[in-house]
DNA sequence: CCAAAAGTGTTCTTTATACACCCATGG
DNA sequence: CCATGGGTGTATAAAGAACACTTTTGG
């Protein structure tokens, strides 16, 4: 959507092809640097930083409508992307909102009544994906983007930051019955790789011994012949993901520590 | 809703209302006799069992929606209730359904158009409920009830059986990291009734022993001076939950096994 | 040869599991 | 006094946590 002509036909006409009172904002962390982020987009006009979303076409099955949503952002086709909360009771989403504001500052003429600005509720999903894959569109709306470090997330639009806040909460406690990793990390990696992306996104230090000891013998990972040449250190080997045992730990659930 | 006039009131004119496109499913637990049961209700016209569940008012928040909807029905005031999933994929939920089976069962006259028989959404809610304590009210829609055993659900309307499932799911999932049982039972229960509540949930068994000094090793539980005659049986203790720490135990989630 | 990161085992402590007998009660 | 369900402890096994030194590499 970037034609001023398609957007206008968006917000007219949208509500025919979208259902109304709801949208779908998707978190997506990415993994870089030794940091968890997420992707934000900055929205012109209303000055400010937000989660990529979209609506969902009325004969769209919900979930299908999350990935293309997704899809249509980042160009990724195979991702880990899951619902995690509807929000529907902050204020924000209860105002019908800034018909006026957005018309002054998109110079497009819409009335109170346009269904974007009724009340929305919010289904949230996040997202894990491999940072270095991702190529981020942008449109219209949205013209720039930014990967941000979940621990310096700024104020966000509406109740944007509980979103991410969950998100993460929900992240967390999932990380104690699922492998995570696979759609994080490149296809082979360092043992310090997967042992800093643990740390990370549980936010504490895991021994170094007890944690590869525990990923090993679980299955989750193998280690290769070949090593990584990393200047003046010692090479470290790579780590591969065995793809069974992780999709059954991903059904199944697992019971970890770390 | 009983009158007539109120049903066609809500047919007509709940869009004005109630957010169309979403509705609330609630499953309700609750433990009686050893078993977990839920509460269905009886669908005249549609002929079968369905799920209590409701609309959201236009400008009510998400969560007080869930609330005022179960309240509605049950009578209870306090209750554990809880989100879980959201269902928008099923074929069932994509129909425009039935107006005519509507018109033809109920004699009221609706057109296809109507906001009932658009494509809906359901948000999944789960309640723990004290089943002694419930007191179900019926209406125009829903003539009868009854609480059923989970592992005897008969086949849903719609996609509910799906529903019930993820509730079910959730629930035992959720039970690693929570307590539950204070919503489910009396003030004053037995070791034997909530050994049993937990064999129930997690559909297996528990040693005696080992639950027992589990739940009061975690100051979860604590035995009161009290006993209860049982009939020409050693008389048991009485127990109750120490609220401060199960409700710490809430909020900050444990690692059980059982 | 040195700075920096990689790799690797053992001990101890905690937690989980398995298991069986005596006790109290009312009829 | 007896049938029934209640109550309790210990020993073994498994899992988790704590901990430090040697190796490799390129500059």
Redesign the pocket.
Same mark, same amino acid.
């Given at each position: 959507m970037n034609s001023e002509e398609e957007v206008n036909d968006f917000v007219k006409n949208g509500h025919q092809q979208y259902l109304p009172h709801l949208s779908i904002d998707s978190v997506i962390f990415g993994y870089h640097d030794q940091q968890l982020k997420i992707l934000l987009l900055k929205w012109i006009g209303l000055d400010g930083w937000g989660l990529p979303g979209g609506f969902i076409r009325r004969r769209e099955p919900l979930s299908q409508a999350a990935h293309r949503i997704l899809q249509e952002r980042t160009s990724l086709e195979d991702l880990f992307l899951q619902q995690f909360h509807v929000f529907g009771d902050s204020p924000y989403r209860l105002q019908e909102r800034s018909a006026r504001e957005f018309t002054e500052k998109y110079g497009l003429v819409v009335g109170d009544d346009n269904w974007l600005f009724e009340r929305t509720l919010s289904i949230g999903y996040f997202a894990l994906v491999d940072y270095s894959k991702v190529s981020v569109r942008t449109d219209f709306f949205t013209t720039d983007y930014r990967w941000w470090d979940v621990s310096d997330i700024p104020p966000l639009l509406f109740d944007q930051n509980e979103v991410v806040e969950k998100a993460l909460a929900t992240l967390r406690l999932q990380i104690y019955h699922q492998p995570i990793g696979l759609n994080l990390l490149p296809e082979k990696f %360092?043992? +310090?790789?997967i042992h800093s992306l643990y740390e990370t996104v549980l936010g504490k230090e895991l021994?170094? /011994?007890?944690f +590869? !000891? !525990?990923l090993v013998s679980l299955g989750l990972i193998k !280690?290769l012949a070949e090593?990584r +040449?990393?200047? *003046? =250190? /010692?090479? *470290? &080997?790579l780590y591969q993901f065995e793809k069974e045992a992780y999709e059954d730990a991903l059904k199944q659930g697992i019971? =970890? %520590? &770390?």
């Open positions: %360092t043992l +310090a790789e021994d170094q /011994r007890n +590869a !000891k !525990k !280690k090593q +040449a990393i200047g *003046p =250190h /010692r090479s *470290p &080997y019971v =970890h %520590t &770390y």
